[in-house]
């Protein structure tokens, strides 16, 4: 034992004195191949050899300064290396001094062909933390971009500050970091594997200085396995069936996410159950989505230490103590939060202050105990763009409430549920966002046109806002006036004076002539004693507070969704009413492959948590990997415009959520839910019983109409037989019932059914 004890440390020093043998040091393996600080060079000298290839650039006071006026003017700097060397690490302080907007962007170059072009490039732009705010890019060889890689920094660089920018390039492998943090890890570099470097600047001043390159001996490690993946689900007929949450470790089949109740041991550790959290973490990696719960201060801090610790963010936090959700996102803020209610009684200040403080916390689900949960209570989380999981064993009565998630301790019970429903189901019509009123119907943003979607039973009136020449908000889509009215002009340049005199209506028909633009004060007040909510588009600059007061001196804080293309308005608004549902807009391209859609997603809900807004994508941007993950991770979105139906139909089928239509009426005129006097009957063998049964038209009013239906029972229910709406007992035994409505809707039938009906049979 002793010798054993005595060779181990033996061992130890005879690899490390072997590896620092046979391993080089930096500065004999890592040749220094351009230090530049610009100090010895007088103003206006650039370095020997480096070349202006294209805009304005300059040396002063120590700095290299490169100056682009617009995007379609930028200043570029050609800074040569040896022939035939490629593997390099290529690093620089950067300083924006000014930028056009926070889109603009300065970029290390890399492998540089022809002194020119094609080549690649880390690009950041001066708002990091967009969506696209850091990327690895490539100039082709036609002289055209492509962006296979983007990510977000989790702030924007601020002016007047120095960012160290690097780039490790080594065969196919690129690193690309800020401020020593790696952002872009990428194999994508494989058509030049040499080249000179550069710097280039897009519509901004940037001073660059401390220019360091090295060669690269050693190769970078392999990438990283991507976290991001599906997890499996049961088979179901429904449309965008509740994700499963099972409570027990033990029971996963199933679930797509598992329910983790964090407790702190005697000796200081996280456990779930008598397991380790890390080791839990470790054991459901690729299989199921961790959800933690956390109700104590010194368990947050001792998750925080975990999640330190582990590659994955995709996580879920739940907790009834809306600070403790505040903690662990401000140390991470890509994990989602969920906030848990379990009080005896929910009232609509409850509901109220819920909404709010899921927005404060930047969390995007309520967690709610089964005996809370009504279809009313889903839908008014639903209309604000919150995610509603339930906590109970009833599954059916759950499914029909419209949950987007069921946390429940026998997941083999729900998937059970799941199996039994007809195909092309529809426990609830989606809600639906009418697009600027009905413009299919009626001349867009319109009093006439947002009281006919109302009328017509949307869930949601969109709307857009614009600023005049006199600093009043008005509604209007476009920047001018020519398209909807009878005028012409920037709206930015008329007055409200000159801008309500002219006609909305007229162009769209005779019918409608004399409809005015209105006034953004006149929409609110138009839907201020109604039972809707409004997502409201903020269209121009510097506008965010105007709207925010408007709102609140309607008293309409809890009747609204706020949404912009803007990330600058975005962050405005989540800065100005953190207690307010806040979306994103925007549209993007769908990868190829299935694993890339998927990892897209990652990035996207990355993005969304970070921020704290919706993602509000174009329809075209959604693909079926997207909808599942972010239905799987508790999110909803609305996505815009539909104005075909076929690919409306097509997304509805793979779990679409809030579509926002042009075509109200496609969905409207669908039944929202169906509803039997009974749920339970006993029948004796040989007898038989006729079930009828009644459709809600509409989610805001309680109105009933009697509907054709007819009865519905699975393959595996031997013991009954039906016909119509008859059921004719046949053995002894239970058999679960639906009562089925089928309609047309987007020119594809679809089937409503009925919470099941238990039928006991009996001799």
Request: no cysteine.
């Amino acid at each position: 034992m002793r010798k054993r004890i005595y060779l181990i440390p033996m061992l130890a020093i005879l690899f490390m004195l072997t590896y620092l043998l046979q391993t080089p040091h930096a500065s004999a393996n890592e040749n220094k191949l351009i230090e530049e600080n610009f100090n010895q060079l007088t103003n206006g000298q650039l370095p020997d050899g480096w070349e202006i290839l294209e805009g304005n650039a300059t040396t002063q006071d120590g700095k290299l300064i490169l100056s682009s006026s617009s995007t379609s003017s930028p200043s570029r700097v050609l800074i040569p290396v040896p022939d035939k060397i490629g593997d390099y690490v290529f690093e620089a302080d950067v300083t924006f001094k000014s930028a056009v907007d926070n889109a603009r962007w300065v970029s290390l170059m890399y492998r540089v062909q022809n002194d020119n072009y094609p080549y690649y490039q880390f690009a950041v732009r001066k708002g990091t933390s967009a969506l696209n705010g850091v990327e690895f890019a490539i100039r082709t060889e036609s002289n055209t971009w492509s962006v296979p890689a983007k990510k977000f920094y989790p702030e924007d660089f601020r002016y007047g500050q120095a960012y160290r920018l690097k780039v490790i390039a080594k065969g196919e492998r690129i690193q690309q970091y800020i401020n020593g943090q790696l952002v872009i890890d990428t194999d994508l570099a494989n058509q030049w594997l040499e080249g000179n470097l550069g710097f280039q600047v897009s519509g901004a001043t940037v001073e660059f200085d401390n220019v360091l390159v090295t060669t690269r001996a050693n190769d970078l490690p392999p990438i990283e396995h991507s976290n991001a993946f599906l997890p499996d689900e049961p088979d179901t007929n429904m449309v965008n069936a509740p994700t499963i949450i099972s409570s027990d470790t033990n029971l996963l089949s199933g679930a797509s996410n598992v329910l983790l109740d964090a407790q702190l041991n005697e000796s200081g550790n996280i456990i779930v159950g008598d397991i380790l959290l890390l080791d839990m973490l470790a054991s459901i990696r690729g299989k199921a989505i961790p959800t933690i719960q956390v109700e104590n201060q010194d368990v947050a801090n001792g998750v925080i230490e975990v999640l330190d610790t582990v590659s994955t963010k995709d996580i879920h936090i739940i907790s009834s103590n809306q600070e403790i959700i505040n903690q662990i996102k401000a140390a991470h803020p890509q994990v989602r939060g969920a906030i848990l209610y379990n009080k005896e009684h929910l009232n609509k200040h409850d509901l109220k202050k819920l909404v709010t403080d899921a927005n404060r916390s930047r969390s995007m689900s309520i967690v709610l105990p089964e005996r809370l949960i009504t279809d009313k209570t889903v839908y008014y989380f639903h209309t604000r763009a919150i995610a509603v999981w339930g906590i109970g064993e009833n599954i059916h009565d759950l499914l029909h409430a419209g949950v987007d998630g069921i946390i429940t301790e026998n997941p083999s019970k729900a998937v059970t549920a799941y199996s039994l429903y007809p195909e092309n189901t529809f426990v609830q019509r989606p809600i639906v966002v009418a697009h600027r009123g009905v413009p299919s119907l009626a001349p867009e943003n319109t009093m006439v046109g947002y009281h006919l979607a109302y009328d017509l039973g949307a869930d949601l009136i969109e709307t857009d806002v614009q600023q005049t020449k006199d600093g009043q908000l008005i509604i209007m889509h476009d920047t001018t006036v020519n398209r909807t009215t009878n005028g012409t002009g920037n709206v930015a340049d008329l007055t409200l004076e000159e801008i309500r005199s002219l006609d909305a209506g007229i162009k769209f028909g005779p019918e409608f002539a004399g409809e005015k633009v209105p006034t953004f004060r006149e929409f609110l007040q138009g839907f201020k004693d109604k039972d809707i909510i409004l997502l409201i588009e903020v269209k121009a600059e510097n506008i965010e507070e105007q709207v925010l007061q408007e709102i609140k001196d309607e008293g309409m804080e809890d009747m609204v969704v706020l949404q912009s293309f803007s990330i600058d308005t975005v962050k405005k608004f989540r800065e100005i009413a953190p207690g307010i549902s806040v979306g994103y807009l925007y549209s993007a391209s769908v990868p190829g492959s299935e694993q890339q859609r998927i990892q897209d997603a990652e990035q996207m809900l990355n993005y969304a948590t970070t921020i704290g807004a919706r993602l509000n994508s174009s329809y075209g941007s959604l693909s079926e990997e997207s909808i599942t993950y972010m239905r799987q991770r508790g999110i909803i979105n609305m996505h815009w415009t539909f104005r075909s139906q076929e690919p409306f139909e097509e997304l509805l089928k793979k779990g679409l959520i809030g579509p926002i239509t042009d075509y109200t009426q496609w969905l409207t005129d669908a039944p929202t839910k169906i509803d039997t006097p009974i749920k339970k009957r006993n029948l004796k063998v040989g007898k038989t019983a006729t079930i009828q049964a009644k459709t809600f038209v509409n989610y805001r009013v309680d109105e009933k109409q009697n509907i054709e239906t007819t009865l519905f029972a699975s393959e595996n229910e031997q013991n009954v037989q039906i016909e119509g709406n008859t059921i004719t007992a046949l053995s002894p035994g239970q058999a679960q019932i639906f009562a089925m409505h089928t309609f047309e809707m987007l020119g594809k039938q679809w089937n409503l059914v009925s919470v099941p009906i238990e039928v006991n049979i009996s001799n």
